[in-house]
């Protein structure tokens, strides 16, 4: 069940939510505080998303921060992206909206 003998799902709380597994991060090469990096600041980014008076910045941030996810698929030669994109459109889409709707107010 876990990572390694002796280790128990050590790091899989944070992966799960950034929708990789550390074992396929580690094949990489790249050093795990990467791997951190983006995941909290991709959880800081998506709380800002969800506070009103924030939404925006939030929503440039969780943007960055998924374009920043799909230009390190693309270089390590991982082509399936979509995912993210939907997700870096869907999050323009919501602030659009929130746009639409304050200049009708």
Same mark, same amino acid.
């Given at each position: 069940m876990g990572?390694?003998?002796?280790n ?5 709380g944070?992966?799960? %939510? =950034?929708?990789i597994?550390p074992h ?5 090469g790249? &050093?795990d505080?990467i791997?951190l =990096?983006? !995941? #909290?600041s991709?959880i ?5 998303f969800?506070? &009103?008076r924030? $939404?925006? =910045?939030?929503g #440039?941030?969780l943007?960055g921060? %998924?374009?920043? !996810?799909?230009?390190l698929h %693309?270089?390590?030669? #991982?082509?399936?992206?979509?995912? %993210?994109?939907?997700y870096a459109?869907?999050t323009w889409a919501? $602030?659009?909206g929130r746009?639409? $709707?304050s =200049?009708?107010?």
């Open positions: 990572d390694r003998p002796g128990p799902g050590r790091g899989r944070i992966c799960v %939510l =950034a929708g597994r396929g991060f580690a094949k990489t790249l &050093p505080f791997r =990096a983006l !995941a #909290w991709e800081g980014a998506a709380i800002l969800l506070i &009103p924030v $939404m925006v =910045a939030g #440039w941030l943007i921060v %998924l374009v920043f !996810a799909i230009v %693309l270089l390590h030669g #991982w082509f399936n992206v979509g995912p %993210l994109v939907v459109v869907g919501v $602030m659009a746009a639409q $709707m =200049a009708k107010n």
